[in-house]
């Protein structure tokens, strides 16, 4: 069997390793991969600005069995759409439900319609009437530009002042095409939770539970990130929560199939944990990163088969089995993340890291340089990542592997799930 994985972040070194612990042991390729990929896939350049170049590439490897789409811009652009015209089998969704990740207004509309817990939003596309609605409503508020911004487009703002620039920002051009409809919504309060679920269309199969930590800085301090680590099981989450919200996700799928829309892929909630309940901030149409890092090596059911059941439209013959141990990850970045940082320098320790029981390294922003040695290729660098027997020994050795790495800039929080720890 051969798989083909799109993407070169964590969270694809993170499929690509489930993949290859897989009873199938399939043959995997990796596009474009990175130094941590290239170790269990061959890794294959490719340009992702042009879906099109995914179906190529399928063909000047003489075929594949499935293609797994990590990320989300080439599932927005259609790259599913298009390996289906090919006869393709493909985990992740097409163009018409990516749009819950592509329009955050599609996937507001569409909870309205259903009933579905969320904040009460409005949208705009100029900047008189999204001001004018500001005035009336007043600050604290969300604003948040409609299409793709790369996870920058979201301002929860304190005071009008904030918002307005915001508004400003989006419709000055700041996230191109993404921010000429803005939507502004109310702010929801409480602790934020991922679950995600693998869907084929009709039946939902939810994974377990992660927490994210978005802030750049120890104590949710400095700017938003992609995420700067995650854990898994979340103790605040207790059982009737999880059905709330995995009741949320199959009305979710349900709906979009009475639109004629077939969802086949991952879904990921990301939930408030309000006083009323479990609230969606937002819907992303594939694997969190960093959440896929702490949710699969939990995975006890072979992830070839769930991909496989997902693409053809069988999950319902399946169920899954997840290990009871807790998993937590480190998030190693390089100095200036988000913002503007330097690539290139060399990377030591990871072997060490590795002997700590229980630990994976996931490279997230790595390569090889010109002679051999790894160096740093991105903001998110590596993803130290621990599962034990619990919370508390996962975050023991995740941090214990974490003191065996160094390069250059090296920054990391250190308080990732210390607020699970200090509330059990
Ligand atoms: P989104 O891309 O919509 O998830 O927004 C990114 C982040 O902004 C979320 O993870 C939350 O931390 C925050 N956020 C988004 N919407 C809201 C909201 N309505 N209330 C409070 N925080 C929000
Ligand atoms: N960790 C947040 C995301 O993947 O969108």
Known sequence: MRILVIGGGGREHAIVKALSESRHAPELFCAPGNGGTAELAQNLPIDLEDPGNVVDLVRRIGGVDLVVVGPEAPLVMGVANLLAASGIPCFGPKAAAAELEGSKWFAKRLMLDHGIPTARAEVFENREAAGAYLADHGAPIVVKADGLAA???????????????????????????????????????????????????????????????????????????????????????????????????????????????????????????????????????????????????????????????????????????????????????????????????????????????????????????DNGTLVTDGGRVLDVTAVAPTLREARDRAYEAVSKISFEGMHYRTDIGMRALSEA
């Open 151 to 369: 996870g920058k487009g979201v301002t929860v703002a304190r005071d009008l002042e904030t918002a307005m620039h915001a508004i400003e920002e989006c419709f000055s051009g700041a996230f191109g095409e993404a921010g000429e409809v803005v939507v502004l919504e109310d702010v929801l309060e409480g602790q934020e939770c991922s679950l995600l679920a693998f869907t084929d269309g009709t039946t939902v199969l939810p994974m377990v539970p992660a927490q994210d930590h978005k802030r750049a800085l120890d104590g949710d301090e400095g700017p938003n990130t992609g995420g700067m680590g995650a854990y898994s099981p979340v103790p605040v989450v207790d059982d009737a929560t999880l059905a709330e919200m995995t009741a949320i996700l199959e009305r979710t799928v349900a709906a979009l199939r009475e639109q004629g829309v077939v969802y086949q892929g991952v879904l990921y909630g990301g939930f408030m944990l309000t006083a009323e309940g479990p609230k969606v901030l937002e819907f992303n149409v594939r694997f969190g990163d960093p959440e896929a890092q702490v949710v699969l090596p939990r995975l006890k059911t072979d992830l070839v088969d769930v991909m496989l059941a997902v693409a053809s439209g069988t999950l319902s013959d399946l169920t899954l089995g997840w290990r009871d141990e807790a998993a937590l990850t480190v998030v190693l970045a390089s100095g200036g993340y988000p913002d503007s940082y330097e690539k290139g320098k060399p990377i030591s320790g990871i072997e060490e890291a590795e002997a700590v029981p229980g630990v994976t390294v996931y490279h997230a922003g790595t390569k090889r340089g």
